[in-house]
């Protein structure tokens, strides 16, 4: 089975998402379904070129940003 090939970028982003996956899963059982929907609706929720790159650069500084935030111990719910 041959691998795909992805840029720096492509995989930068999916790399992104496993981080947010695995910060997820460090949340209270209880509310991890709600952070895992918000992930998703996060990512899904922009509609960007594939070419875009100064857009994709800067929604991954934003999201890092957030996930900065939403990684704190103290944040045990999300309300999107």
């Known amino acids: ?11 930068e982003v999916i790399n992104f998402y ?3 996956c ?6 209270p059982i209880e509310t991890q379904n709600r952070f895992q ?3 998703r609706s996060q990512f899904r929720q922009h509609t960007i070129l ?3 790159h100064n857009m994709i650069e800067y ?4 999201g890092k940003r957030q996930l ?5 111990d103290s944040v045990k719910d999300i309300h999107s």
Not at 22 to 27: E, F, L, N, P, T
Not at 68 to 72: A, G, I, L, P
């Open 59 to 62: 929604m991954l500084r934003k």
């Open 68 to 72: 900065e935030v939403y990684e704190n």
């Open 1 to 11: 089975m041959s691998q795909i090939r992805r840029s720096g970028l492509q995989t």
């Open 50 to 52: 594939p070419r875009d």
């Open 37 to 39: 929907q918000f992930v």
């Open 22 to 27: 695995r910060a997820v899963r460090k949340k």
């Open 18 to 20: 496993r981080k947010c």
